[in-house]
């Protein structure tokens, strides 16, 4: 059976209208879908998420595939890292991702972004494991600087999708579903 992982982002919860969206569109096609609550999400560390995504997932293959919302993304880029050299999954659509941040407002913010941005990740390993990447982003995105795009096409090889006027893809920003990303995941199966 096909299996989609959707990981909220920082602050957020499985209780997204979005993330909801998701699954009861994922479920109609088949999918068996999990979006898990992810530990201390006011404080997401690399060093937490990743060994709970290692617990949750254990062995991804061709039948697996991941939708991630920003930090989210973070966290399944890295957890893709560990995986064993021949380890190939279905593919990822990652929405509001990032490779650098803009427009954090404290120095708190900042210290729970920096250890995301700043620790080097293998970007040829998760390049090799992800069948196919797709990457959406919108042109309005407070947080995510446009300069992304390239940094998503070259490190992953991801295809760029731009939405206009979706700011970050929250409730705040009155996105409730997304079929550009529906669309990405039902292509890859």
Known sequence: ????????????????????????????????????????????????????????????????????????????????????????????????????????????????VRPWVDTPGDDEKVKRVVNRAVVILSDNDPFVAPENQESWKKKIGATIIIEHGKGHFTEDDGVKSLPSALQAILEMR
């Not at 509001?96 to 120095?107: I, P, Q």
């Open 1 to 112: 059976m096909k299996k989609v992982y959707i990981i909220h982002g920082w602050g957020e919860s499985p209780d997204e209208p979005l993330h909801k969206w998701f699954a009861s569109q994922l479920e109609k096609e088949g999918f068996e879908v999990q979006v898990p609550a992810m530990p201390n999400t006011d404080e997401p560390k690399i060093e937490t998420w990743v060994p709970f995504l290692q617990e949750l997932v254990d062995m991804p293959d061709l039948n697996t595939f991941f939708i991630g919302h920003s930090i989210g993304c973070q966290a399944i880029l890295r957890f893709l890292e560990t995986l064993p050299e021949d380890t190939k999954i279905g593919g990822a659509v990652f929405i509001a991702g990032w490779y650098n941040v803009r427009n954090l407002e404290t120095e708190e913010e900042w210290k729970i």
